[in-house]
Nanobody, 129 residues
């Protein structure tokens, strides 16, 4: 089993920066693709960014490219989402997610929330215009 605990959310002004953290428990963290998703009330959970476990490749939604950076520290079992140039439309609950190493994945699997078997409780980010 894997437990994920996010932190770092809060209220920011437009143009501000935040760094979200997600600490994982359990084994094989370094083998898992880690993703960040976000969700607003009444809407589906949207992909934000992901980082693979095998080679550290990173992937971003078009809406955050150039502003957000995902990174990981396998020793600390932590994944980060550094967010710069925040916009009001970035306001959402942000969720960390982890894949299962034994599952088979292909293509752009990291985009789909169904590829992830473990989720954190979420941390709220609110950007005030």
């Amino acid at each position: 089993q894997v437990q994920l605990v996010e932190s770092g959310g809060g209220l920011m002004q437009t143009g501000g920066s935040l760094r979200l953290s997600c600490v994982a428990s359990g084994r094989t963290f370094s083998s898992r693709t880690m993703g960040w998703f976000r969700q607003t009330p009444g809407k589906e959970r949207d992909f934000v960014a992901a980082i693979s476990g095998s080679n550290g490749n990173t992937f971003y939604a078009d809406s955050v490219k150039g502003r957000f950076t995902i990174s990981r520290d396998n020793f600390e079992k932590t994944v980060y989402l550094s967010m710069n140039g925040l916009k009001p439309e970035d306001s959402a609950a942000y969720y960390c997610a982890a894949t299962t190493p034994s599952r088979y994945y292909s293509g752009t699997y990291y985009l789909s929330p169904h590829s992830y078997d473990y989720w954190g409780q979420g941390t709220q980010v609110t950007v005030d215009s």
